[in-house]
């Protein structure tokens, strides 16, 4: 049985920072492609960051890009999310997902059918 487990969450203040990480069982994360995904009251849950099988390329989208950076630890089976240069706009609830296949759009939110159950990310101005 598949579960992930998001910790790291809390309150900032602009352009502060954050690390979120995702605990995975009954998965190995080095195996296939993993993402976060975030979710604001009223919005569509849409794609953050994705790291792919093999050498792990990565992704992001536009909004987060150069303030955000995903990774993994295979040794921990651990998903992490850094996130640097938070603004107000970062606020939402954050979900790990992991693919049992191979993905072809990384953040593409159908791609993923393993999920937390999220950790809350708020930034204050």
């Known amino acids: 049985q598949v579960q992930l ?11 502060g920072s ?3 990480s995702c605990a995975a069982s ?3 994360v080095s195996t296939s492609s993993m993402a976060w995904f975030r979710q604001a009251p009223g919005k569509e849950r849409e794609g953050v960051a994705a790291i792919t099988t093999g050498i792990g390329s990565t992704y ?17 089976n651990t998903l992490y999310l850094q ?12 979900y790990c997902a992991a693919a049992s296949r191979w ?16 950790t ?3 930034v204050s101005s």
């Open 5 to 15: 487990v998001e910790s790291g969450g809390g309150s900032v203040q602009a352009r």
């Open 18 to 20: 954050l690390r979120l």
């Open 26 to 28: 009954g998965y190995t």
């Open 60 to 76: 992001y989208a536009d909004s987060v890009k150069g303030r955000f950076t995903i990774s993994r630890d295979n040794a921990k």
């Open 83 to 94: 996130m640097d240069s938070l603004k107000p706009e970062d606020t939402a609830m954050y």
């Open 103 to 118: 993905v072809a759009f990384p953040l593409l939110r159908s791609e993923y059918n393993y999920w937390g159950r999220g």
């Open 120 to 122: 809350q990310v708020t």
